[in-house]
């Protein structure tokens, strides 16, 4: 039975209505904070942590308020649809009242809406980082170490040593073996932002996302959303690293965006968030494309249990804005310079 049985049809959609209307004005209120948090010029350690605490906690937590009240909005209408039918069904007419329906309009598209672009990548919702199922040659701790293993780790070692001196350009590949041989297999975040600024096949790879991505805003637009965030499925990345350090940093990587939209008569204005994803391990039978060493020479210090792979991870944020059909009249916002030290 109803929770509403015997209520007013007519009062029922009016409060419908204005829980909608409330689910909309925080999903609007989430995406302008989240773009003018992105945008801010507010450095130092107060504004990494406030921009930190938005994305981890604050902006979730009103994402998931508007959530419960889109939830009870169909609540609503299922119940006034119910009454609707009961009223008909006992006396051949609906109930009716004299009052006013509120209305909220907020600009951020019909409930009828899609969610999801055509080609099911992009889905309108907050950041979901994806599960990646990544391929694992060599398993952890299962083989014993023979008297071969103990130079050969110290041979390793001593080239990782040496690098910080004699190849200062291989900075980010050896602080990333450096994390395997500290053998606790925690996330590792690289400088995505450095990698595009020094490789130009990671810069292509970001652009071809950001491209990707004003497409998916404009097909979202264009069924009726006009304040909106949306999260994408990750993809391998089209083009392998040209740079010797980003080559053995990240290699082949899966890319996915997130991003928040607001579009302004027939402006639009996309703050989105490239992020790369990898897994570092080594791949049995294959070389390294500089030195030529073999994989198997380092995937045996997993198998020994003496190093432990990783997922490692980066991102990059743009400003991205154009009128509304016309993705190529873009403009996308310059990274900040990083900081002399």
Avoid: C
Avoid at 54 to 68: C, D, I, K, T, V
Avoid at 272 to 279: F, M, S
Avoid at 310 to 319: A, E, M
């Amino acid at each position: 039975m109803s929770g509403f049985f015997g209520a007013d049809v007519a009062e029922l959609r009016s409060l419908a209505r204005t829980v909608e209307g409330g689910s909309e004005q925080l999903a609007a209120i989430r995406a302008l904070l989240s773009q003018s948090i992105g945008q801010s010029a507010w450095d130092g350690p107060d504004g990494a942590d406030f921009t930190a605490a938005w994305h981890s906690r604050l902006a979730p937590g009103l994402q998931r308020a508007s959530e419960r009240l889109a939830t009870a909005t169909e609540t609503l209408k299922r119940n006034a649809d119910e009454q609707d039918q009961a009223s008909q069904d006992g006396s051949g007419s609906s109930s009716s009242s004299n009052a006013t329906p509120a209305s909220f309009g907020t600009g951020s598209g019909s409930g009828d809406s899609p969610t999801t672009t055509s080609d099911g990548q992009y889905t309108i919702g907050p950041p979901s980082r994806p599960d990646i199922a990544w391929d694992e040659d060599f398993e952890y701790d299962s083989k014993d170490p023979g008297p071969g293993d103990y130079a050969s780790a110290a041979a390793w070692k001593a080239r990782l040593a040496g690098a910080g001196v004699l190849r200062p350009d291989l900075d980010d590949a050896m602080d990333a073996y450096g994390h395997y041989w500290d053998n606790n297999g925690d996330p590792f975040e690289f400088d995505y932002e450095e990698a595009v600024r020094e490789d130009s096949h990671v810069a292509d790879n970001v652009d071809g996302e950001i491209t990707r991505a004003q497409a998916a805003a404009e097909e979202l637009i264009k069924s009726g959303q006009s304040i909106f965030e949306f999260t994408g499925a990750p993809t391998a990345s089209s083009a392998y690293p040209t740079t010797e350090n980003w080559t053995k940093t990240i290699g082949a990587y899966q890319q996915w965006s997130s991003a928040d939209v607001a579009v302004d008569g027939d402006k639009v204005t996309m703050t989105v968030t490239v992020h790369a994803e990898d897994r570092y391990n080594f791949n049995a039978g294959q070389s390294d494309i500089a030195s030529g060493q073999p994989d198997d020479a380092n995937g045996r210090f997993t198998e020994l249990g003496w190093a432990k792979p990783f997922d490692s991870s980066g991102s990059v944020t743009r400003t991205v804005t154009w009128t509304v059909g016309d993705p190529t009249s873009g403009q996308i916002s310059e990274p900040e310079k990083p900081s002399e030290r």
